[in-house]
């Protein structure tokens, strides 16, 4: 890989939004290549597949056939949109990644992290991120800022419950996997803000 692969993870209403689009005015600002995607989704087809995972009214999805839809949406993604960004020099952010699928699916939905893994080799051997940055808020106090979960949300609407052991999820996966940096989030918007940078900037992402 020529460009470098960045990745955002957190419990629902961490303020991924907010803080990406904050590293894009930042970025555009300072004329640096990049490109911001998101999983599930990114291309045309991964796109199609995030309705179908987020759609509240599929209730009935069983934990596996979620976890392979993610599976085949980051696929497409990479070969679609990751790889030839990267192979061309860009810095590529992305909102969400494999980290996602084992904290949600492997731990919180139980179905293993080696599960996860296998499903995910492509991704993990062949597209491993250079950094991913974790904004670490509690699921109760991300939920509180947000005020609520999103009604149309099938994801944010599993419960509070669900989104704690996402969280200790996400925790679990800081020691195997070295290159995920917490960030502290609960102070302002702009606090995290210049967090992240001084993270980029400290991992030689962003000069």
Known sequence: MKGKFITFEGCEGSGKS????????????RGVDFIMTREPGG????????????NGKNTEMCDECEALLYAAARIQHLKQTVAPA????????????????LAYQGYARGLGTEYIEDINKIALEKFNPDLTVFLDISPTDAFKRKHGADKND??????????????????????????????????????????????????????
């Open 18 to 29: 907010t803080q990406l689009r904050l590293l894009s005015e930042y970025l555009t600002a």
């Open 86 to 101: 990267l192979d061309c020099g860009k810095l590529v952010i992305c909102d969400r990644y494999v980290h996602s699928s």
């Open 43 to 54: 291309s045309g087809i991964s796109e199609d597949i995030r309705k179908i995972i987020l």
């Open 154 to 207: 099938r994801m944010e609407q599993l419960g509070i419950a669900f989104h704690e052991k996402v969280y200790e999820g996400y925790k679990r996966l800081l020691p195997l996997y070295p290159r995920i940096c917490p960030i502290d989030c609960g102070g302002t918007k702009e606090q995290t803000h210049l967090n992240v940078i001084k993270l980029l900037k400290d991992k030689n992402i962003i000069n």
